[in-house]
């Protein structure tokens, strides 16, 4: 029985966060046993905003699959996909482009809530393209799942409608609708209390990060309250964090409530329990990520990379080619063929001489 396929991805614009791990990660590794996993490294998207640093880029796609393999991410059962590998995904994203109106991609709100957020007032003409760039991600591995953050979600919904928008004009049924499956917490707030945490927002507490980093970030964290009378608010970043990441539910109510009261508790002492649970949360990953660490680790994932381009190859060629039928670019109209091909036997069949 074939599992049915889940895609989703990072940009390598930096390290893997707490963000990721809670809005995507923790469902990949959950779901990777029944569902046929494709995880993807979009290295051509990150030179939409980073052109200049291609040796950074390389630098941070290799750290993504460390974290990929300290998480849990286990490559004998989960393909992982280089995307600058996968040919069939710009050609896909070019075929795309001329079924979505320019104003409705302008219109996505991820890309307008990144292209604030980023302050890209001088983005490149490939950064909006490259949410369209995503559907074909998504499309080029006819997945049925895809596990994002909030942040995402209407990127998928593009997604939706282009794959309905291909199936309307030219049919073939190459294509499932996909779903999307929101993390145990959709969106992560920042260290700076407000934004989302992103890698590139420096407002993020790596997966990779040390105990002591991981106490120094959350001692900055912005709460904005004065004492340890002010009443605080239970809902803020901190709190997020503390309902995330602690075990004991019932001690995150009770630091709540009298964090709501203004009951002579401290920022400072809530910050370093929470603290301590994010740092046991991750110390297994440190474990596991040190078997890839320095020059062979790297070597041994360049490696991998390349094996499962094969596999990821093979799976869009495949996807490509029913798109190509269906547009009828292969030249090989069916009915055409089914006449040529009568005429041919008919040729084959007649007596010679
Ligand atoms: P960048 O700042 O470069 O956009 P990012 O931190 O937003 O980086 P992405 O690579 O854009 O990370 O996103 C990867 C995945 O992680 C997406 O599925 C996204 O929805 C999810 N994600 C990112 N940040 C968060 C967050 N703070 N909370 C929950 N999910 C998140
Ligand atoms: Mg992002």
């Given at each position: 029985m074939t599992r049915p396929r889940i895609l989703t991805g990072d940009t390598p614009t930096g390290r893997l966060h707490l963000g990721h791990l809670v809005g995507s990660l923790e469902n990949r590794v959950r779901l990777q046993d029944d569902h046929e996993c494709y995880f993807l490294i979009a290295n051509v998207h990150?030179?939409?905003?980073?052109?200049?640093h291609p040796h950074d880029i390389r630098r941070d796609t290799i750290e993504i699959v460390r974290d990929y393999l300290a998480v849990g991410i286990d490559p004998a059962r989960s393909t992982l996909v280089l995307?600058?590998?996968?040919?069939?995904i710009p050609e896909l994203t070019f075929l795309l482009a001329m079924l979505l109106p320019f104003q409705r991609v302008m219109r996505n709100p991820t890309l307008k809530a990144e292209l604030a957020d980023k302050q890209?007032?001088?983005?490149?003409?490939?950064f909006p393209l490259y949410t369209v760039g995503q559907c074909a991600d998504i499309l080029a591995f006819r997945a049925h799942l895809v596990p994002v953050g909030e942040d995402q979600a209407a990127t998928i919904e593009m997604c939706r409608e282009v794959a309905r928008r291909f199936e309307r004009l030219?049919?073939?049924?190459?294509?499932p609708i996909p779903d999307v499956l929101l993390g145990r917490v959709a969106r992560l707030p920042g260290t700076d209390g407000?934004?989302?945490?992103?890698?590139?927002?420096?407002n993020a507490i790596f997966l990779s990060d040390t105990r002591a980093e991981i106490h120094r970030k959350m001692r900055a964290l912005r709460t904005g309250r004065s004492s340890m009378t002010t009443p605080g608010d239970p809902e803020n970043a901190l709190f997020q964090y503390a309902r995330a990441f602690m075990p004991d539910a019932h001690r995150v109510r009770e630091l709540a409530d009298r964090y709501a009261r203004g009951d002579h508790i401290g920022d400072g002492a809530i910050k370093a329990e929470v603290a301590d649970a994010i740092d046991v949360a991750l110390a297994p990953m440190r474990e596991r990520r040190a078997i890839y660490d320095g020059p062979r680790g790297e070597a041994m994932i360049v490696e991998l990379l390349h094996a499962h381009a094969r596999h990821a190859n093979a799976t869009a060629d495949e996807t490509l080619a029913s798109v190509k039928a269906a547009m009828h670019l292969d030249l090989r109209p069916v009915p055409a063929v089914a006449h040529l091909d009568a005429a041919r036997e008919a040729i084959a069949a007649a007596p010679s001489g």
């Open positions: 990150a030179f939409t905003t980073r052109a200049e995307q600058s590998e996968v040919r069939a890209l007032d001088q983005h490149s003409f490939g030219y049919g073939g049924a190459v294509f407000v934004n989302k945490m992103s890698k590139s927002l420096g």
